[in-house]
């Protein structure tokens, strides 16, 4: 079952001004949370926390089709689901010679 393409971005809580000097300065900032299809949680410093996650639910027995897709500024993500494996098949949209993994390298754009 294909559950179509799932994207995972990164969110800096801060303007894009103050950021943009900081990348002048080769300091590239880091986000302050993570989102897939738009969805996080992210904890303020004093440990407040909002949002809410996204949330797939798979069926046991059954096979999915992922496409995974980081479009953030963050050059990798690594992802995992625990107690599980993937069983990759294209990257890019290229089909490659299918392997097994437990983890997945998710560069920027693919």
């Known amino acids: 079952m294909d559950i179509g393409p799932l994207l995972i971005t990164d969110w800096s809580h801060k303007n894009a001004f103050s950021l943009f000097y900081l990348e002048l300065e080769g300091n590239p900032p880091v986000p302050d949370s993570y989102l897939m299809q738009g969805k996080g949680i992210y904890c303020s410093p004093s440990n407040v926390c909002t949002g809410s996650r996204h949330v797939v ?11 995974i897709v980081n479009s953030g500024t963050s050059s990798q993500y690594t992802f995992w689901i625990d107690g599980h494996t993937f069983q990759v098949v294209g990257t890019d949209f290229v089909p490659i010679n299918p392997y097994v993994t437990d983890t997945l390298n998710i560069a920027i754009g693919t």
């Open 57 to 67: 639910e798979f069926q046991y027995g059954k096979t999915y089709k992922l496409s």
